[in-house]
């Protein structure tokens, strides 16, 4: 688990390290060496599906920034790890497979097209799913309504870069709950 701490709150990712290692080993190690701390939420997705509450994405990590990325790593496909994009869902941004660094998106609707589709002509890859969010969802929604501005960000990001980023304070290891007793009952 992680814990995100942001200027509005806690997030709190479970990441699958089982089904997704060489990516969650990424994330982790931008954690243990705080590459995250002072970087910001600066996207919001804002989508409209017809469904309830809030649809989309919000994303967030170090833009790049030279002094905070490290190598960029293997693509680990959904359809070779049965984690999908669905709302809660932890992705990794990317351009192309094999250049996602420290770079995130946090899903608040299940977002299929987000996975991979090896049937599909051109990049078929999708993005990389490697955790979801067990506590904060409510924070993951305030980035969601940020304001965001009318002239920042370049071509489809055009409207979606928020006006005032929002800061990621910290980003820490954080305990696991207790296993569940035999029976799915909490330990005594």
Do not use: C
């Amino acid at each position: 688990r992680v814990a995100l701490t942001t200027s509005l709150g806690v997030i709190v990712l479970e990441l699958d390290g089982k089904r997704a290692p060489i990516t969650t080993a990424n994330f982790m190690r931008y954690v243990d060496q705080k590459r995250f701390d002072g970087t910001v939420f600066y996207r919001t997705m804002r989508l409209n599906f017809g469904g309830p509450g809030p649809q989309g994405l919000i994303q967030g990590g170090t833009q790049y920034d030279p002094k905070r990325i490290l190598k960029p790593i293997a693509h680990e496909a959904t359809s070779q790890t049965g984690i999908l994009h669905k709302a809660g869902a932890i992705s990794m941004a990317r351009w192309e497979p094999g250049t996602a660094t420290g770079d995130f998106s946090i899903l608040l609707s299940d977002m299929p097209a987000l996975d991979a589709n090896p049937a599909a002509s051109g990049d078929n890859a999708g993005y990389a799913a490697f955790g979801h969010v067990v506590e904060g969802m409510d924070v993951v929604q305030k980035i969601h309504a940020a304001p965001v501005s009318a002239t920042k960000g370049e071509g489809a990001m055009r409207g979606q870069m928020i006006e005032a980023p929002v800061r990621i304070l910290s980003a820490r290891r954080a305990k696991m709950p207790p296993p569940l007793a035999p029976g799915g009952s909490e330990p005594s």
